[in-house]
């Protein structure tokens, strides 16, 4: 574990990275995967129809030949994403290695969130829907009082899942020269052969801690909006 | 009434509407697909030398048998070796003795919460480069292995505990012991539960035999690579790969939905339906 304690601000930025490919591709992904749901669960079949058929193949794609897609097919066809690069937020440059992964996770992570979404609106019974039209709620009322409060608490664990994830699947980015946690293992790893055990330990506990945090404020956010019933 | 929560059985005037949001849509699609296409054409990356390597039968044989089989090989060891890792700690999870309990649920929880690519690094670093006994296969597989393995003993204890609760009170009260209750009783309906879970978990082991690729594993992204290097065509490879991947994977979700519907019937006992449904979340 020396080689950890002793570079441990090379362990923080590489957590970092991680943790910022995780926010970054997490938000994005949130924002079209519930693009897609409204699309999957709405009344235009023809929408409906491409939202499935862009959830069954991102599903069934392997994350890395995305990232394969992204970072070696896309070029060729003329898109390096190098204009990010000129961009710049609030002083740092975004690097088209980060913009290109975030890419890649956001599409792959996006059909996980819609099939979450569906679920949590399927989960509320037809029945809920008809009582609520039954005692005379209007079609906007039966939909803010009865069907969206209990979709989104039944939307919590699986959406959950799909970040936790998502906050493993950063890891692939490794294999596409970003130096986020895995890749710095590797080469921690590489350069400390004898300590091999320890390097692992050290990176494995701060994905746990990463996955342990996602988690913790899930039941938190679930504790705090779960009704008696 | 609609089959949907969401909407109202539409009137002649929503239809019209909506007529009009799928004309939209479909123009909006079929322009997406042609950019995709005109781009592809643009770039040159339809032309016949770019594609031939796919009709070509040596490559095919490259392809199929030193990328797909080898991968299909990674996935089917590591689903074996995962589903009886899954067992023990599933049961051990479930023991009544804490000493047993307490390091399943450990091991279970670290190897779930860490991601496959590090575990398969770290494997590699320790059992295959310098003269390491094994070759990058193995690591492949042993790190799916312990990863799926664990997500199996969720899957196995959550489906022993579907079994109702009678079953193995009635196997005590005829006076079966513990291991005679697990093995003859509980085993043996809870796996008939969970045979969708584990064959789904099939097709996440096989997508992630894909992540070989850093540890320089066979398989079918690493035999992608020559290819492209060779005819410079990475567009029509990359295709062609997911293009594999994904008929493979969709052949082993309809199995398990042929399988959940011959075994289980149309729904499944593990996914309860968690709100409103008046009976406090128990599956009836």
């Known amino acids: ?229 | 009434m609609s089959a949907s929560v969401l909407f109202d059985a539409p009137g002649p005037k929503t239809v019209a509407r909506h007529r009009v949001y799928s004309v939209v849509s479909v123009v909006a699609l079929l322009a997406l697909v042609a950019f995709a296409v005109w781009k592809l054409y643009d770039a040159g990356q339809l032309e016949y030398e770019l594609w031939e390597p796919f009709v070509t039968p040596a490559y095919l044989e490259f392809i199929l048998v030193d990328g797909l089989l080898e991968t299909l090989k990674m996935a089917f060891f590591s689903v074996i070796f995962a589903v009886v890792f899954g067992l023990v700690f599933g049961v051990a999870k479930l023991s009544d003795r804490g000493w047993v309990r307490w390091p399943a649920w450990l091991v279970v929880e670290f190897f779930r919460a860490v991601p496959v690519l590090l575990l398969m690094v770290f494997t590699f670093f320790l059992l295959a480069i310098g003269g390491g006994p094994l070759t990058s296969f193995w690591c492949v597989v042993i790190a799916l292995t312990l990863y799926n393995g664990s997500v199996l003993a969720e899957v196995f204890r959550a489906g022993i505990n579907a079994v109702p609760q009678g079953q193995s009170e009635a196997a005590y009260a005829i006076g079966m012991r513990k291991s005679q209750v697990m093995t003859s009783v509980l085993l043996p309906q809870a796996v008939k539960i969970m045979l969708p879970a584990i064959i789904s978990q099939m097709v996440v082991a096989l997508k992630d035999t894909s992540l070989g690729y850093y540890i320089i594993a066979p398989g079918l992204t690493a035999v992608a690579k020559p290819i492209y290097l060779e005819f410079s065509n990475q567009v029509p490879t990359a295709i062609v790969i997911t293009a594999i991947y994904v008929a493979v994977n969709l052949v082993l979700t309809w199995v398990a939905t042929m399988v959940q519907k011959r075994l289980v019937g149309e729904k499944n006992p593990l996914e309860l339906t968690p709100v409103g449904n008046l009976d406090g979340g128990r599956n009836v």
């Open chain 1, 1 to 229: 574990m020396d080689a950890v304690f002793s570079n441990s601000g090379e362990y923080l930025m590489a957590f970092g990275l991680t943790i910022g490919l995780f926010v970054v591709s997490g938000i994005a992904s949130l924002v079209l995967g519930t693009l897609l749901a409204v699309m999957r669960v709405g009344p235009v079949s023809i929408l409906n129809k491409a939202a499935a058929v862009y959830v069954t193949l991102f599903r069934n794609t392997p994350l890395l030949m995305i990232f394969i897609f992204i970072f070696i097919a896309m070029p060729v066809l003329g898109y390096n994403f190098k204009f990010v690069e000129g961009v710049e937020i609030a002083g740092y440059n975004v690097s088209a290695f980060f913009f290109r992964a975030c890419l890649a996770l956001t599409l792959y992570t996006s059909a996980f969130v819609c099939e979450a979404m569906r679920s949590g609106v399927n989960a509320v019974p037809l029945g809920q829907a008809e009582a609520g039209r039954a005692i005379g709620l209007t079609f906007a009322q039966s939909m803010n009082l009865v069907i969206l409060p209990q979709a989104a608490r039944a939307v919590i664990p699986p959406l959950t899942s799909v970040l936790i994830a998502l906050a493993k699947n950063t890891s692939v980015a490794a294999a596409f020269g970003i130096a986020e946690a895995t890749a710095t293992m590797r080469s921690f790893t590489n350069d400390n052969a004898d300590q091999r055990i320890g390097i692992f330990l050290a990176f494995a506990i701060g994905y746990v801690v990463v996955v342990e945090v996602i988690s913790l404020s899930s039941y938190l956010v679930e504790r705090k909006v779960k009704v008696a019933r």
